[in-house]
Nanobody
């Protein structure tokens, strides 16, 4: 009974900004890594950025310097601030989290995705 819900996707012009949010809810003991993936039509899903519970971050080379991932552990929420958006950023963005429903094991959970479209 864990769910991830993304929000914030929209249609924006190149050079614009968006802030994506993902909230984890349900039976949660703790959350390890949270991250964002994206998938464009005809392309494979790729990692955009992730962040550990301690705040260590990792970014795809294509978004370094433009995107910033952050999280609020108290709210079980991860954010993706996207600046200087490019047409190639157009994709469905999916939230991912490694979550312990209990203290004994963890699982990967995925959100339903939110569409980001960048027009040129």
């Amino acid at each position: 009974q864990v769910q991830l819900e993304e929000s914030g996707g929209a249609l924006v012009q190149a050079g614009g900004s968006l802030r994506l949010s993902c909230v984890a809810s349900g039976r949660i003991f703790s959350i390890n890594v949270m991250g964002w993936y994206r998938q464009a039509p005809g392309k494979q899903r790729e990692l955009v950025a992730n962040i550990t519970s301690g705040g260590s971050t990792n970014y795809a080379d294509s978004v370094k310097g433009r995107f910033t991932i952050s999280r609020d552990n108290a709210k079980n929420t991860v954010y993706l601030q996207m600046n200087s958006l490019k047409a190639e950023d157009t994709a469905v963005y999916y939230c991912n989290a490694q979550i312990w429903p209990t203290a004994w094991s963890f699982y990967d959970y995925w959100g339903q995705g939110t569409q980001v479209t960048v027009s040129s």
